[in-house]
């Protein structure tokens, strides 16, 4: 599984070069960050000083959403990545090599996991305001990198090219809305987001210190898990 890793990363790293802009994202991810880090606080204070509204209960939940930007971006990015090796026929390419379609497969779920993992800690660092320490993030983060494989595969799945990828890009990006619904809204009604596996990272991430902490991580577990299969599934069948 190494080497396979390491024979595609070859291939990513040649496809950011092509197009800086994949490349730029994952730098994105660290200047959002940034900006909660300076910017929020800054903010916080001028609605204080013209209005009785306070940004810094809700600190939170804005960096535990901006947080889902790390799984988005990347497997994004690797979605994008799939996307090109098919239209360059190099799926058909790997199933006859060493490689193997199997091996390609998971290894296209493996490094997204692990390219998340690495920036979520990175951008936990980076943020400065919200709650949080090394032992319970660590459940958080592998949370969130499970995202990651999710989205990839999701385009990977639906999209038959590139500007179809681009334009699901924009549909994948309404699930950010997903734990702000349940923000808002008290109704039980707001509870049909929970279906959505980006949902739990922000959630565990809000429960940090407080009892149903684990609750939310295993039921994330569960869930993630279940969208990885049937995704994985379909992305087999569609290219068998």
């Not at 790390?70 to 090796?85: K, N, S, W």
């Amino acid at each position: 599984m190494i080497e396979k890793l390491k024979l595609l990363s070859i291939g990513d790293i040649k496809n950011m070069q092509r197009e800086p802009l994949l490349l730029f994202a994952l730098f994105g991810i660290l200047l959002l960050a940034t900006v909660i880090r300076y910017g929020l606080p800054e903010l916080d204070d001028i609605f204080n000083h013209f209005t009785a509204f306070s940004l810094q209960p809700h600190f939170q939940i804005i960096t535990g959403i901006s947080l889902l930007m790390a799984p988005l971006m990347v497997g994004m990015l690797y979605g994008l990545i799939i996307l090109d090796e098919r239209d360059e026929g190099l799926l058909v390419y790997f199933s006859v090599t060493p490689i193997t379609k199997t091996g390609y497969l998971l290894a296209r779920i493996t490094a997204p996991v692990i390219v998340t993992f690495f920036m979520s800690y990175l951008f936990i660092l980076v943020q400065g305001i919200a709650i949080w320490d090394w032992a319970t993030f660590l459940p958080i983060s592998i949370l969130l990198s499970l995202q990651a494989p999710i989205v990839t595969i999701l385009l990977a799945s639906l999209a038959s090219n590139k500007v179809e990828g681009l334009a699901l890009i924009k549909v994948i990006n309404l699930m950010l809305f997903a734990p702000l619904i349940d923000y808002i809204f008290s109704h039980p009604t707001a509870k049909f987001v929970m279906i959505f596996p980006l949902y739990w990272p922000v959630q565990a991430f809000m429960q940090i210190g407080k009892e149903p902490f684990w609750l939310y991580v295993i039921t994330g577990l569960f869930v993630t898990v279940f969208w990885l299969w049937l995704f994985g599934q379909m992305f087999r069948r569609r290219n068998e």
